[in-house]
């Protein structure tokens, strides 16, 4: 679209935020339209999961969109009441925390829930995290590739971004858990077999508001503008 206007100074532009990650820098309390239609749509199967991980007292991992933002899985994790989740925006994630919150957890209700982001950040230089992470990924060759390949990926504080962010986990949760006698299910990524899943009533009202308010901006020839909506009101 800047592209266009650039070439076409007549083209009129509006901006409409559109990422189901919901990591446009929007004021406290907007979303960006696709956030809410993948959080509903996500709901049920990790639901399902839930249940499996009750009915056989193991530990779900669950891992989800978000390579640089927190927002799905914190949206997944609050209506699903997970044990923990794990998000980029947490820079000093500790693995014996980890492992201590979950284990209690487990002892207490039999189950657990772990939601991961996929950016998560592990700083091998805090607490115990290195020798944990060398003991679980000693016994996994997968997660161990998964790690190494993440290393050229860093974040702006020299953290590795990880590929397969839930694999890691899920080695560092059954190595760490192994003596208490908890067995782990990975359940895989929420990605992109979601992304055309049908569109919640909220992202449906979203868009007739800024569809709305597109027109009539443009129409008083008012452009190069980022709209969203805020408490149903654009």
Known sequence: SYQLQKEHPGFLIIGLPATMNNDIALPYGASTYGFDSFVQATIPVVED???DAISTNRVLVVEVFGR??????LGIGKKVNATRILIPEETNLDLKELLQDLTRYHQEHGYAVIIVSEGIKINKGLAN??????EALSQDITAKAAFEKGKTDLDAFGHPKLENAGLIIAAVLKTGLKQAGINISLAG???????????SAGDLRMCELLGKASIEYL???QHNLILYVYNDKV
Do not use: H
């Not at 640089?68 to 899985?73: I, L, S, T």
């Open 189 to 199: 990524k929420l990605d992109y077999l979601f992304r055309s899943a049908p569109t």
């Open 68 to 73: 640089d933002a927190g927002f799905v899985a």
């Open 49 to 51: 999961g839930k249940m």
């Open 219 to 221: 129409s008083q020839g």
């Open 129 to 134: 995290n290195r020798r944990i992470l060398l």
